[in-house]
């Protein structure tokens, strides 16, 4: 079978000692930037962006990927011991978790986390081996209108399911397609935006604009406030959860992997999502139901699996479309653009190592974690007494350098730093920083197949909604912005979405 | 009161989506079917401004409760990490890695107060070495490490 063949190819990559190595450094940056709170994968990703330049693409990208699901472990253990969610997609399990840790039970959930994590991460990746291919097979048959449909669709799905209005949703991600046109326009050599200053000619780096927005503005908005962390420690005792644990966390692992997997494919909707919707369903229709929210175990096990599998899952659109569905997955993306890789259906069939080796990293990174996790938890409890004054300067240092050396330019180290203040003006604000890159790395790719499908109709632009897959993906897309605009909707998310931009 | 988040935010938007308009219509407009570079800019540029009017307006509307307005601006920290920005940036050239760094960590922990002499003396060490390892020996980067 087909899929053997690749899963053979899949691990002759992965288990190279290279990108073991970058496995392993991926998902232990994870676990630790999933403990420390104030720095998420989003932050870390676009700090380490730099840094990749160097690396072959598969490697680049099996590092990035294992710090994004390896937070989603570490984000479980904060959570569980000192009731503080270590990542937004950790917010529920603080209700139970916490309370099993105080109940002493801190050892098996904190085991029915990793298990769980464990269970998710493998089905969400055989999900991303089996339904990727069939997927961009699919999307071979895609032209200008269908890509321009999809693209749009998907910056409509991340921009209305962001936090806080979706009017400011848009408005970041038309403002991330307007950063995008700075720069020489590819089809008529016209420069765009650049006012005459050499250095805009090229376009504005990707990772830059990450950098700033996230790091730098990031950093400014949390040395405002002041620094109160205590941690109370609990102790943990006896990792090994009993036989009754088990069986009590099978069903709900599987559900809240069910559940995770579907959220993860959607754009906008990420693992944060998924944990709460995932504890809900628990709630309604799980046994546990009631004792929900009392230290039952299957309130760590639900919305565990689902954040892991949404982690895994989000992979799917972004490496066989062409359309990260988050901000995380955009920049994901452009570590690929960054290797020349042109993201869409093409990827699999032409770096076939890359994707194969992905997926089968996820893999040994899953396992890799349970290990990390469970037997080193008394290490990472100890990262919760670095105090946040250490930490920025650490941060500040490693995006000062790597953006240095991406083109031994000082003039992009001063442009991170402007990003960083117009990121701070928008948390200022309170316009979610997540659609700007998604916008950024999608602007190229609307412009180009929305000129292109207006020369195929020959201006027409009806020809949005007369082809089939095309105006299917129109109607997904009109049909999100009513469903936003529904006043219980609004209500709904109000409470429910926290933080989807990882 | 008007001081509230989307009504001001509202009015950035609007500025900026006029502003680009203003700048794209010094492009090439073309026709539907044969794009200009100035066709699809414009477009945006109308959308940030229509998108940016609505929050305006939005945020006219609604009382202006007390946690609606902007928060204060804290310039400590602001100041301090551009100025460890700016500082980096102007000593990487000729003074090299070392000197640069250094510069970054001590002008950014002034953003607050806390924190010992000593501790910052270590944060500086650990942190120079580590910039070497990972950029220098690790990444191979042709990185200028000191004046000399």
Known sequence: ?502 | MLLNRNFLGGLLFIALGLATIAVARGYPMGSAMRMGPGYFPQMIGAGIAILGLALAVQGALAHAAAEERVAGIAFRPITAVMAAIAAFAWLIEGWGLLAAVTALIVLARLSRSEGSTLELLLSVLALNAIAMLVFVTGLNMTLRVGPW
């Open chain 1, 1 to 502: 079978m087909d899929l053997f063949a690749n899963l053979a190819l899949g691990f002759g990559v992965a288990f190279s000692l290279d990108n073991l190595l970058y496995c392993l450094v991926g998902v232990t940056l994870g676990t630790m930037i999933g403990i420390l709170p104030g720095i998420g994968p989003i932050v870390t990703i676009s700090v380490l962006l730099p840094l990749t330049y160097g690396l072959t693409p598969a490697g680049a990208l099996i590092m990035l990927a294992g710090i994004y699901y390896g937070a989603q472990y570490g984000g479980s253990t904060t959570a569980i011991l000192v009731n503080m969610p270590g990542e937004a997609s950790s917010v529920v399990t603080c209700i139970d978790g916490y309370r099993m840790a105080r109940q002493g039970r801190a050892g098996p959930a904190l085991a029915i986390a990793a298990i769980g994590s464990l269970v998710a991460g493998v089905i969400g990746t055989l999900l991303l081996a089996i339904l990727g291919p069939q997927l961009a097979e699919f999307a071979l048959s895609f032209s200008a209108p269908e890509y321009f449909a999809l693209a749009l669709m998907a910056m409509v799905g991340a921009s209305a399911l962001v936090r806080g209005s979706a009017i400011k949703g848009g408005l970041m991600a038309l403002t991330g397609i307007l950063i995008g046109l700075v720069g020489i326009d590819v089809s008529s050599g016209v420069p765009r935006f650049t006012f005459g200053f050499q250095p805009l000619m090229e376009g504005i780096d990707f990772a830059i604009v990450a950098m700033g927005l996230f790091a730098i503005a990031e950093i400014l908005s949390l040395l405002e406030k002041a620094e109160g962390r205590s941690v109370t420690e609990i102790e943990v005792k006896g990792v090994m959860p009993s036989g009754a644990d088990l069986r009590a966390s099978t069903a709900p692992i599987l559900r809240g992997t069910a559940v995770g997997s579907f959220f993860g494919v959607l754009p906008g909707a990420g693992a944060a999502t998924s944990a709460f919707a995932a504890y809900m369903l628990e709630k309604r229709f799980g046994r546990a139901g009631e004792r929900l929210g009392t230290g039952a175990i299957e309130g760590v096990a639900a919305p565990e699996s689902a954040n892991n599998a949404a982690a895994q899952t989000a992979f799917i659109p972004t490496l066989t479309l062409g359309v990260p569905g988050s901000g995380t997955m955009a920049l994901m993306m452009g570590a690929m653009m960054i290797h020349g890789i042109q993201p869409g259906p093409q990827v699999m069939s032409r770096y076939p190592e890359l994707f194969w080796g992905l997926a089968v990293s996820m893999l040994v990174g899953n396992v890799m974690l349970v290990v990390l996790n469970l037997p080193l938890i008394r290490f990472w409890v100890m990262l919760l007494r670095v105090p946040y004054r250490v930490l920025y300067p650490a941060i500040l240092v490693f995006s000062c350098v790597g953006i240095y050396s991406l083109n031994r330019s000082v003039v992009d180290v001063g442009l991170a730093a402007m990003f960083g203040l117009v990121g701070y003006a928008f948390i200022k604000l309170e316009f979610e920083p997540a659609p700007l890159v998604l916008g950024l790395v999608l602007g190229p790719m609307l412009e180009e197949n929305f000129r292109r499908a207006l020369v195929i109709s020959h201006g027409d632009p009806t020809i949005l909604f007369t082809r089939p897959i095309s105006a299917a993906f129109m109607a997904l897309t009109a049909l999100m912005l009513v469903v936003m605009l529904l006043p219980a909707v609004q209500r709904g998310k109000r409470a429910a979405i926290q933080d989807d931009a990882t």
